[in-house]
């Protein structure tokens, strides 16, 4: 039967990186799995290395070693060009801030994976618009981000995560800088695009509740992935 093959997985996967010339090893032996549409947590003390490993399987950052297979794709035999284009593709991404360019429009920032995505410029903003209009904020398209709340600027972002409809969501603490009631609409709002539209959602959490929302747990110590309840 196919689908027995995860969307994603890791095995075996370090990463050191070199201190003023000391070496420090932050990741050991990870390895994961995650499946369509599923949303798996990970949690972990500060300092852990839950932003390393999702860097990595975000392919913002290589590893020095281990197996990856994304979509099908082993990722160790890629280059940076090749890289890029599959992450383009094929993930979005959630940071704890927010990251968007503060000159340009919410729709402007929706549409940036687009661009870098040779999306025709007519598809692109009849999209962006639809992608705000399903995170409510359809009267904010022409606001910069210095206009909008905390939470309105984690929603154009979530927008601009879905905008090439990956395959895969990566979320750091993508609600650390919210408040409960936003933070919570933003957690339903990653839930459902894995429920109706079969993404997979990975997030890194220090927040129970999240954690207890998604479907697996993964806690990182001593540099090594764990199962949690
Ligand atoms: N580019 C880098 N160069 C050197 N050290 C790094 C680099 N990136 C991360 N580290 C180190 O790796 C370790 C893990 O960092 P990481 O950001 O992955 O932790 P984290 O679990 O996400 O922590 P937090 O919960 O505080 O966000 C830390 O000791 C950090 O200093
Ligand atoms: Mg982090």
Do not use: Y
């Not at 009849?126 to 981000?145: K, N, Y």
């Amino acid at each position: 039967m196919r689908g027995a093959e995860p969307l994603l997985r890791v095995g075996g996967l370090h990463k050191s990186f070199t201190v003023d010339g000391r070496h420090l090893p932050v990741l050991t032996d990870c390895s994961l799995e995650v499946g369509r549409g599923e949303v798996v947590a990970i949690v972990g003390r500060s300092g852990s290395g839950k932003s390393t490993l999702l860097n990595m399987i975000g392919l913002l950052d290589a590893a020095d070693g281990g197996e990856h297979v994304f979509d099908g794709v082993d990722v160790t035999r890629l280059g940076e060009g090749g890289r890029a284009r599959l992450r383009n593709a094929g993930i979005g991404f959630v940071f704890q801030t927010f990251h968007l360019l503060e000159r340009r429009t919410a729709l402007a920032n929706v549409c940036v994976p687009m661009v870098l995505g040779g999306v025709p410029a007519s598809r692109r903003r009849a999209h962006g618009r639809r992608l705000l209009e399903s995170v409510g904020l359809q009267d904010r398209i022409t606001s910069r981000p210095h206009q909008l709340s905390g939470g309105e600027q984690q929603r154009v972002a979530l927008a601009r995560a879905l905008s090439m409809e990956p395959a895969m969501v990566l979320a750091d603490e993508p609600t650390g800088a919210l408040d409960g009631t936003t933070s919570d609409q933003i957690i339903e709002q990653l839930l459902a695009q894995a429920r109706t539209r079969g993404t997979a959602v990975v997030i890194v959490t220090h927040e129970p509740s999240v954690a207890a929302a998604a479907d697996r747990r993964i806690a990182i110590e001593e540099g090594r992935t764990r199962p949690v309840g």
